[in-house]
């Protein structure tokens, strides 16, 4: 996932008072140095550790190191933290307190992540979701549009109205390719499904969340999914009485009567065997796009659903873990007409366009 | 549009509008006794939590909006130590009192992230509510959306038509010959700021216990300082202030209406237009010479050291 920078103005504003808060906190609370023969490996979030999505997930992931790793790493973190010039900051920060290894978790990282490993050569960074690399900065992210083809499925398969509702941040590729994905899922299984689309243009704004939730559904639409962090739509599903999806971890107890599944970002394989590596030296500035198959995205067991949908749901979430089935192999047909085959990776990372079908005009 | 699509459209307006409007109530009180508190975000996010908190530990919503007023004004209390007796800067302070609504209520508030919360219960009148299309919208809501209008004429009637409103009002606008009359003016500024704190906790509240009833760190999502916004939007007179929240969430549900409807306007253009049409009003109603600088108190923002 990442976090785009053109914010509104007050959450702009919002989100700097929170983090520089959140930086003095974490200043005054940075403990004495661990002993001096233990890695040090730090963390940067973008949101709260408690928004029980994004930032969330990531901390579970350096929570399983502590667990895997414990005697040989210590771990901090700094969360809250505006993407920018404040974000240089915060990462040189962890930087001169002695941290080796740096997981910079938000797209917006990205060029204060480069700039602070200039300073620093021999600390390796790690920055997630972006696309620039040096010999001590590596890149990660997730196949999310993996689970999203696979939840377009099951959405079209349990559609009554025909209409799904798509709740969505900002239109940067990652986001784009989901949409992709979860409409050739349920186009898959329902050639004549329509999707509506809304952009709140924020990651977290759960009443804006919910307002639009609610808006699709008085719209027509019977299921719900988002690409954004909160649990607000979900919870406005339930309250309606319809279906929907999570998003990045399992909001399962928020609407246990209508979340089907969720696609959980699940970052803890990826973090021990990254902090392994620099333990024992085997570290490389590498990228990884790690998905289904190497669970760095999971969906929990499938419910709220007959037997049949759920049947073939796990039957395609199994292709796709094989590898037998691609969500964009094949000919894929442009919301323009023009015909596209077998995406490779630097077309999925690229995406700007929309497939044939959803009647929503891309922002760009 | 079908009846049903505009019934959803209207009442997420309500829904989207009642918090904006209670904060603003408050934020309208404390400035027009001269005292400009910028930590509209911070009181708010801090009666969500306590909202939250209490309706979940209690089962009962309601002592979650009682708990989220006080909750409000208890973080308001420092504000005003600070800034009526101690005359501290009063936008320094405001901005202190965001932060610390923040960090705080993260803190409060961590053990209860994830945690299905109690919700707000919509008012059922028998009959009544149950007219089709009018009765949900008119007498089908909870009790904060009608608890925030009847506030609003509430604070109407006593600013402008009784004896408490006119201090209010000298002690905004002159506090010098308010207290050569004889009135306490940090008194009066001290009953204003514990009321703006109450009722930004009111309006947290609404976040957490009615809006989306859960506890998120930062739920309000800078929805207090647009409240601080609409205070001036509406030229501190609370008729203003109602069409100026309602025009606000009104903006933001159409905009997102007219996206789902996939007409192809652009998206960053319907989600700026809650701003536009807000900045656009400001200049209509402050070109109309000299008014908006008369509707100012006098003494906004002006800490007051009685001299004898």
Redesign the interface.
Known sequence: MKKWSAL????A??SA??G???LA?SASLAGPAAAADKLKAAWVYVG?V???GYSYQHDQGRLAVEKALGDKVTTTFVE?VPEGPDAERAIERLARDGNKLIFTTSFGFMDPTLKVAKKFPDVKFEHATGYKRADNVATFSARFYEGRYVIGQIAGKMTKSGTI?YIVSF?IPEVVSGINAFMLGAQSVNPNVKV???????W?????????A???????ADILTQHTD???AL?VAS?KGILGFGQSSDMD??APKAQITSIVDDWSHYYIGRVKAALDGSWKAVDTWDGMKEDAVVLPPIKNVPDDVKAMAEKTAAAIKAGTLKPFGGKITKQDGSVVENLDDGAILSMNWYVKGI???L?Q | MDQ??????L??IV??ST?LLLAALGELVAERSGVLNLGV?GMMVMGAVAGFAVALTTGSPYLGIVAAAVAGALLAVPFGVLTLNLVANQVATG?AL??LG??LS?LI??RF????GV?LAKLHIPGLSDIPFVGPLLFGQDVLVYLSIALAIAVSWVVFRTRVGLILRAVGDNHASAHALGYSVIRVRWAAVLFGGAMAGLGGGY?SLA????W????????G??ALALVVFSSWLPSRLVIGAYLFGAV??LG??V????V?????LL??LP?IVTIAALVVISTRRGRARADTPACLGQPFVPDR
């Open positions: 509104t103005r007050r959450d504003l919002a008072l929170a520089s808060l959140a906190l709260p408690g928004d029980f809250n509702g239109p509506k689309i809304i952009w709140v243009n924020s977290y704004d759960p009443g804006k969340e919910a307002d639009a609610k808006v699709l559904i008085g719209q027509g909160s649990t607000a919870q309250e107890k928020f009647d929503d005009k922002p | 049903s699509a505009l019934l959803a459209v009442l997420t829904t989207a918090p975000e901005l965001t932060l923040l960090g993260g508030g961590e992230v994830g945690q299905p919700r976040l809006y989306t009833p859960q998120i760190e930062n739920m309000t999502a800078g929805r300082w647009i933001t549900i997102f209406f996206q789902g409807l996939g192809g306007v652009p998206a960053q989600s700026s701003y």
